[in-house]
């Protein structure tokens, strides 16, 4: 797998994610899935709740969907043909046979739709193109550090 930085934020802070997300939309032509990697609590919940929005879901905040493996969200943009976004948070399951037993091909190749998931490294094997996304504490209370790579398999 290749992987290309897209880009680079130092001291984002919450009220800041809608403006990455703005930026990141023109690489979300060539893939619909987003992988978030991340410690706990560091903001990968908060991205996709600001991605939904975005896209133009604004019911409800997303939540993490950790019990339940999957949430979905009906969603609109002008600029995408997906009318669906599919939050998965795989933290719980222990091997790629379970995401596989969970239906995980299904969300990965469902044209209609955005995939992001959460804690995707058991996945990882099943994934061809992506977008990656590292987020990290920063120095300061609040901030986080956080990287966009484009990924794409060696065919």
Do not use: C
Not at 86 to 107: C, N, P, V
């Amino acid at each position: 797998m290749t992987k290309r930085r897209l880009l680079h934020r130092d001291r984002l802070r919450e009220k800041q994610w809608e403006h990455l997300i703005l930026e990141l939309l023109p690489y979300l032509q060539h893939t619909s899935i987003i992988l978030l990697e991340g410690n706990l609590g560091a903001g990968k919940t908060t991205f996709t709740n600001w991605f939904a929005k975005v896209l133009g879901y604004h019911d409800t905040e997303a939540s993490s969907p950790t019990f339940a493996l999957a949430h979905s969200y009906p969603i609109a943009h002008k600029d995408f043909k997906q009318s669906t976004l599919f939050h998965l948070d795989l933290y719980r399951l222990e091997s790629t046979q379970e995401a596989l037993d969970m239906g995980i091909e299904e969300y990965l190749e469902d044209p209609g739709s955005f995939v992001v998931i959460e804690w995707p490294q058991i996945i990882t094997p099943l994934i061809h193109d992506a977008i990656l996304i590292e987020i990290n504490y920063g120095e300061k209370e609040g901030e986080r550090i956080v990287d966009i790579w484009e990924l794409h398999s060696k065919k």
